[in-house]
């Protein structure tokens, strides 16, 4: 599915499944799977390559079984899709796309910490993510999925996003200090 169609999807679910969960992540997990599909990594990222693409949640998981039912059986350029479960933050540097709740927002300075030098895609949804140096925040707006990418983050990453996902993102850069 077009990430154009994805999106007409995500605004007829979004209306309807309000104050749910399981399908407010059903969703979200489908937009990683995208952002995953509209995203090339250096080639030295991958050890090799056979090497899947690892689709990482760091600690507490919102997503119950409907990241890995999103991506059972996909590939994107030639390599297999895997979802892992993260609790240690050494463990993150061998993700290529690493989601952080809203639970685990506090954990942010320190996952970016960790992931210095590596060509990971950092999202979540916590308030103000793309702006504190996350890569991809989710949000919602009118009862609406949206995203917001920090093109600063997603260059330090060393990371080649598509033109038609930035055209559907709003656009945002590291937060200055004050």
Not at 34 to 60: H, R, Y
Not at 164 to 172: C, R, S
């Amino acid at each position: 599915m077009a990430f154009v169609g994805l999106l007409s999807l995500v605004v007829v679910i979004a209306t309807r499944g309000q104050g749910n969960p399981p399908v407010e992540y059903q969703v979200k997990a489908a937009f990683l799977f995208n952002f995953a599909k509209f995203v090339e990594w250096p080639s030295d990222t991958f050890q090799g390559e056979e090497t899947p693409i690892s689709l990482c949640v760091f600690m507490q998981d919102p997503f119950g079984g409907a990241l890995d039912e999103i991506i059972r059986g996909k590939v994107i350029n030639y390599r297999a899709v895997v979802s892992r479960r993260i609790n240690e933050l050494s463990d993150l540097r061998s993700c290529q796309l690493v989601f952080i709740s809203s639970v685990e927002d506090k954990h942010l300075s320190e996952v970016i910490g960790s992931l210095k030098g590596t060509s990971a895609l950092l999202v979540g949804e916590g308030e103000g993510f793309a702006e504190r140096g996350g890569g991809i925040q989710l949000f919602q707006e009118d009862s609406k999925l949206r995203f917001a990418i920090n093109v600063d983050s997603i260059q330090r990453a060393r990371l080649t996003v598509s033109s038609k996902l930035l055209a559907l993102a709003k656009v945002v850069h590291d937060q200055r200090p004050r």
